[in-house]
């Protein structure tokens, strides 16, 4: 097999479209002064939230699905492929459990247009810990994110092999 199945094409979109989305709303949902900051802050919780399941679902549907073989033109190379690949997966996953946890060091509950979020009774020091790290967290995955999207271009445009069209519909 040398191509994703349909789902896991479509759920990589949505997540890059989803960790664009929160990291362009970056910021403290909790400290809206005007309702356009209500708003991004929402749309922030709400992005991270779908990303959240959205990688699990993703998880699952890779036990599920056949997925191409890592080819790389070395067995180095190759162990570096998947060692990115799982390096964004723990990204995704932990920055919005870290933003979730930043979210309860500022407010006890949060009310979001969908849903109210759980109220968790967690040592506060272990709160403060992961909240402080959201923000590093995120960042480190925009830039893991950034360097997975000039790696496939470079492996498109310059290397011209089928590493890009993995990924995409025909």
């Known amino acids: 097999m040398n191509r994703y199945s349909p789902p896991l094409i479509f759920i990589h ?3 890059a479209i ?12 909790t400290k809206g002064r005007t309702i356009w900051d209500f ?5 922030h919780v ?24 890592v080819k790389a033109y070395n067995q180095s190379l190759t162990l570096v492929v998947k060692a990115s690949h799982s390096l964004l997966y723990i ?5 919005p ?35 402080n ?9 925009i830039t893991l994110v950034g360097l997975h999207a000039i790696n496939s271009l470079w492996h498109h445009y310059y290397l011209k092999d ?3 069209n993995k990924m995409t519909f025909r």
């Open 13 to 15: 979109w949505i997540t």
């Open 91 to 95: 990204f995704l996953l932990l920055v």
């Open 39 to 43: 708003l991004i802050g929402q749309i």
């Open 133 to 141: 790290i959201h923000h590093t967290l995120g960042n480190l995955l």
């Open 46 to 69: 709400l992005s991270g939230s779908l990303l959240f399941i959205l990688i699990l679902c993703r998880l699952f549907l890779r036990l599920l699905l056949p997925v191409p073989v």
């Open 162 to 164: 089928n590493s890009l």
């Open 97 to 131: 459990v870290a933003g979730l946890l930043e979210l309860y060091t500022k407010a006890i509950s949060f009310d979001h247009v969908i849903i109210e979020l759980p109220q968790l009774e967690l040592i506060q020091s272990c709160l403060l810990f992961f909240g």
């Open 18 to 29: 989803l960790v664009l989305t929160s990291y362009v709303t970056s910021g403290d949902p």
